[in-house]
């Protein structure tokens, strides 16, 4: 049933995957699930934590087949927001049919792969089609290639929403040299920093949890509350093992974040970024 009524917004999470291991997944991949992400599943887990809204990301794994992503949009639609992965040749009516859906931007994963040339002509157009939309590109990089990658971008004029605190190495520090260079973008207004998938930065957990503290402390002072957005980064694909829904909420709240900023990465931040 499609959800029709305005639900009050007590907490949105902006940033989980849902899929079926009975889908088509894409030829080249670096993980295969064998177990099902559902819609309903995701709601309960929200349900449970007091939250009310969610951003559906396309996983990689499913390449450029959105489906199951806008089948779920189609489902809650006052709840959603979606974020898909397109070819840069993607027809504008089709992003237009994405986005009376509820999609409100695109994904690059970059992870392992070569960053593209935003000079070439095709790329030129699809990201000026992303700009009069209002969409953002959100950029799934290690930390290193993230200030080339917004340099790029910058000049198009597309808000940039980074995954994963940018995908550093924890064991490296806040002051390992793409982080510190990411940090000098928060003042430009453009830039939007997700702070998710604690548990993806390579340390320990408790390494991993002691960058997180250290660089939500210097993404305050640089991006300011209003550029900062959470996500619980579900099911934790590749460490459904040792990650759980609890988990990120527990490392949400080891972070000690003082009431306006938490409100300001749960609820004001996400929900203009993401058109709530």
Known sequence: MVDTCTTPITGIDCHAHVFSRELELAAARRYTPDYDATLAQYLEHLRCYGLSHGVLVQPSFLGTDNRYLLAALRQAPERLRGVVVVEPQV????????????????????????????????????????????????????????????????????????????????????EQPGFAEVLKWGQGGQVWMKVSGIYRLAGTKRENLDFAHAALALLEQSFGPLRLVWGSDWPHTQHESDVGFDTVMQQLQALECPPQLMRALMVETPRTLFKF
Do not use: C, Y
């Open 91 to 174: 027809s504008r009516a089709m992003l237009d049919d994405m986005a009376r859906l509820g999609v409100v931007g695109v994904r690059l994963n970059l992870m392992g792969k070569a960053v593209p040339d935003f000079r070439e002509t095709i790329w030129r157009g699809f990201l000026g089609h992303l700009a009069e939309l209002g969409w953002h590109v959100e950029l799934h990089a290690p930390v290193d290639h993230l200030p080339r990658l917004i340099r790029q971008l910058i000049p198009f004029g597309v808000q940039l929403v980074i995954d994963h605190f940018g995908r550093p190495d924890a064991r490296l520090g806040v």
